[in-house]
């Protein structure tokens, strides 16, 4: 039987035809249902039970306002009822400190970045884990996510690196029976298509829906 996937994509930073090469490989026809929107909202359906959520970005259509606290709250209990999530690149923009998504969800959240630049991704040494297992280091021109991460709550597994500073780039954690995860790094074609980087989503993927 194959898993369903929600994807929520396609704005005007963050179009689909940069996200589909990626999205088309990590996800085949044979293995999974794939069902693709704007709109965060539509994950709020009652009957709409996916396997994995996949925040490509924030989902807020132009004109509509940001998700509410109760909002959020709908799709955390989702995730706490067995539902996997994965907050990728602009999934975490938009998230307040304050928020269900990083105070019972996520942990998690976009805060800066600069202007483009070459970016190294690179699992943690030591740290083991089924998400970063065999994944190399790897560098690609991309926009740096700044993150704040609150690492009490969350596995760290991943940094990135680049001129300007290292960060959080790669997180997860469980709730409830769900799983969460965070790649905060896949703006631009060239890292999204990385070989490691899709070894190291696919890795997420595979994790997040067990």
Known sequence: MKKQV???W????????VIEPALNKLFPEDSWEV??????????????QPNLAVF???????GETDLTFEEQSIITNKVKAGMGILFYHAGLVLIEPDSPFYQELNSGRF?????????????????IHPITENVKPFSQKDEHYFCQVD???????ACATSEHITS?????HEVGEGRVAGISQGH????QNDPEMLKLTGNTIGWLAR
Not at 39 to 48: K, S
Not at 111 to 127: F, G, M, W, Y
Not at 168 to 172: D, I, L, R
Not at 188 to 191: C, P, R
Request: charged share 25%.
């Open 6 to 8: 929600v994807v929520i």
């Open 10 to 17: 396609n704005d005007f930073y963050h179009p689909k035809e």
């Open 35 to 48: 069902m693709k929107t704007e709109r965060a909202r539509d994950l709020l359906r009652p009957e709409l």
């Open 56 to 62: 490509y970005t924030n989902g807020r259509p132009e």
């Open 111 to 127: 805060v800066h970045h600069p202007e483009q630049s070459i970016v190294t991704v690179a699992p943690i040494k030591n740290v």
């Open 151 to 157: 690492v009490t709550r969350t596995n760290l597994l």
């Open 168 to 172: 959080a780039s790669v997180w997860c």
């Open 188 to 191: 631009t074609l060239e890292m």
